[in-house]
């Protein structure tokens, strides 16, 4: 198995344009998070999945963020516009019902927004 | 509102003897705790857990210690080894609040260096 798939790994990008993440879950995993990490935030939660359904996005900061899941297999996150404060890694993970709390993660994307 | 705490954002400790992490949380909910591990460049990978109904895990090197009354828990390494330097993270979640409920709650992370 591949493991949850990030992907860019990186991106630098200046202020005001629009970015977007993507991630791929692992296969049979129903339930897919997005999550943001920052050294005064730490890693915090911002929108999951669960059957390609949104279920909580009480994290997600503002509406400049958005989240989709067209299917099983696939996942964005979206920032328009996006803006310096943005930088951070983002990472994505998955978990099947079964053991729904051990999440497995990606690699992350490490964005700058210049 | 910080939920999870980890207060030492560092820990320096020697080859074979023993790393202690420790963790703090708030939420009187929270029933199940995990610990993650996270290389550079990588993302956090699981390494065990721990349910309110007990107070002791063990895997191997690894015991995770849950002390409900002071909700405090802590991750004890032994023998700790250079290829355990990582961030260690703490998380925590309401697992018997309902079925939809997936969430977890992360401490900000400990920095965990074993020197040859």
């Known amino acids: 198995d591949a493991g949850v798939i990030q992907s860019p790994r990186h991106e630098v990008t200046e202020m005001g344009q629009e970015v977007t993440l993507r991630c791929k879950p692992i296969?049979?995993?129903?339930?897919l998070f997005w999550y943001r990490q920052t050294m005064m935030r730490g890693l915090e939660l911002l929108i999951y999945?669960?059957?390609?359904?949104?279920?909580?996005d009480s994290g997600m900061p503002e509406d400049r963020f958005s989240a989709k899941m067209p299917n099983a297999s696939f996942s964005t996150l979206k920032i328009q516009p996006s803006e310096p404060r943005d930088s951070a890694v983002y990472f994505c993970?998955?978990?099947?019902?079964?053991?729904?709390?051990?999440?497995?993660f990606g690699a992350g994307t490490r964005l700058s927004v210049l | 509102d910080q939920q999870v705490k980890q207060n030492s954002p560092s820990l320096s400790v020697q080859e074979g003897r023993i790393s202690i992490l420790n963790c703090d949380y708030t939420?009187?909910?929270?029933?199940?705790f995990l610990w993650y591990k996270k290389y550079p460049a990588e993302g956090p990978t699981f390494l065990i857990s721990?349910?309110?109904?007990?107070d002791k895990n063990e895997d191997g090197r690894f015991t995770v210690f849950l002390n409900k009354s002071a909700k405090h828990l802590s991750l004890h390494i032994v023998p700790s080894q250079p290829g355990d330097s990582a961030v260690y993270f703490c998380?925590?979640?309401?697992?018997?609040?309902?079925?939809?409920?997936?969430?977890?709650?992360f401490g900000k992370g400990t920095l965990l260096t074993v020197n040859p």
């Open positions: 939420n009187s909910m929270f029933d199940y």
């Open positions: 998380a925590a979640t309401s697992a018997n609040s309902g079925g939809s409920n997936y969430k977890l709650t």
């Open positions: 721990i349910s309110s109904i007990k």
């Open positions: 999945f669960n059957n390609n359904v949104p279920i909580d």
């Open positions: 993970a998955s978990t099947p019902d079964r053991v729904k709390h051990i999440q497995y």
């Open positions: 296969s049979g995993h129903n339930s």
